[in-house]
């Protein structure tokens, strides 16, 4: 079954599972991307600071898909916002990829002691009207950013990409996302494995047959995020495709629940830089 799409603020949509690209070497990159699409994926998360822009673009293309049916995000990353080294970052992320454009481009963090993300997101407005990104959004932004930038420039992101695992939930992040109109989306929504012997997890991969990857990938489907697995080997990306013919009872999501404990995986980003 392959995965739902998700509807983006202007009008576009994200498949709501896809392939995540951090820590995947360059020299395997396309083979793992041609792979993951011939399995049925149709999204790839990757990044400028990800080193793999090159192979992400070659797999793309020797998956001999029609390029209309990749969704494809790319970030800018910290050291290159403000807005002429935005728009050059973006042109770079396209001749790296070797695409005309890209259907998502996300600013990394917010970095707020660099305070240049308005002029950065200036830059992706400015590209997304040059027909170079089709949608905007950001990442690892928390409320305060999120409403400084809409209040500045009155354009809404479609999406922002955030920590989110069964340790990490989100709730209020994820409520203000629905307020504001744009799509959650999960970075490590397998948590580095920490919830894997939960019990709440075990309970539900028993009832379902499944791994407890996949009862936490189907428990970010049913939170209504987009989700975007990393794995490099064809077990793991088929695996991790396979969490839309079952369903966690409200019982199961409950439980699920339980499991927040509100710590991080990944930097705070009040602070990163
Ligand atoms: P992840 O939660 O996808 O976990 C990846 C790890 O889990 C790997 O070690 C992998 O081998 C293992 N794994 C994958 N499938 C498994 C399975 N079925 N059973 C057991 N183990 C399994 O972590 P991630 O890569 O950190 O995050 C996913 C993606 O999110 C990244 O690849 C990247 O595209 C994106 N990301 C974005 C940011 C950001 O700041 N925006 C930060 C980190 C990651």
């Given at each position: 079954m392959p995965p739902a799409r998700l509807r983006l603020n202007d009008g576009h949509s994200i498949p709501q599972l896809g392939l995540g690209l951090w820590q995947v070497p360059e020299d395997?990159?396309?083979?793992?991307?041609?792979?993951?699409?011939?399995?049925?994926?149709?999204?790839?998360?990757?990044?400028?600071?990800?080193?793999?822009?090159?192979?992400?673009?070659?797999?793309?293309r020797a998956s001999g898909l029609p390029r209309d049916e990749v969704f494809v995000t790319t970030k800018v990353w910290n050291s290159e916002q403000g807005y002429d080294r935005t728009l050059r970052a973006v042109d770079a992320s396209l001749a790296r990829l070797g695409l005309t454009h890209v259907e998502l481009c996300l600013i990394h963090w917010p970095t707020p002691g660099r305070d240049r993300y308005l002029d950065t997101w200036r830059a992706l407005i400015r590209a997304r009207e040059d027909g170079k990104i089709r949608s905007i959004g950001v990442s690892n932004f928390m409320a305060p950013h999120l409403e400084r930038l809409v209040g500045e420039t009155g354009v809404v992101p479609v999406l922002n990409q955030i920590e989110l695992n069964p340790r990490l939930q989100q709730a209020e992040?994820?409520?203000?996302?629905?307020?504001?109109g744009i799509v959650t989306q999960s970075w490590t929504p397998l948590g580095q494995g920490a919830s894997f012997g939960a019990a709440p997890v075990r309970a539900a991969a028993a009832r379902m047959g499944k791994s407890p990857a996949q009862v936490i990938l189907r428990w970010h489907v049913q939170l209504g995020v987009s989700v975007i697995p990393r794995s490099t080997r064809v077990a793991g990306l088929t695996e991790n495709l396979d969490v839309f013919d079952v369903c966690l009872t409200p019982e199961e999501m409950a439980a699920m629940a339980t499991l927040d404990e509100g710590v991080r995986c990944g930097p705070d980003p009040m602070t990163f830089a």
């Open positions: 395997s990159t396309a083979s793992t991307v041609k792979t993951a699409l011939d399995l049925g994926y149709r999204l790839v998360d990757g990044a400028a600071i990800y080193g793999n822009e090159v192979g992400q673009g070659e797999g793309i992040l994820r409520a203000l996302h629905d307020r504001m």
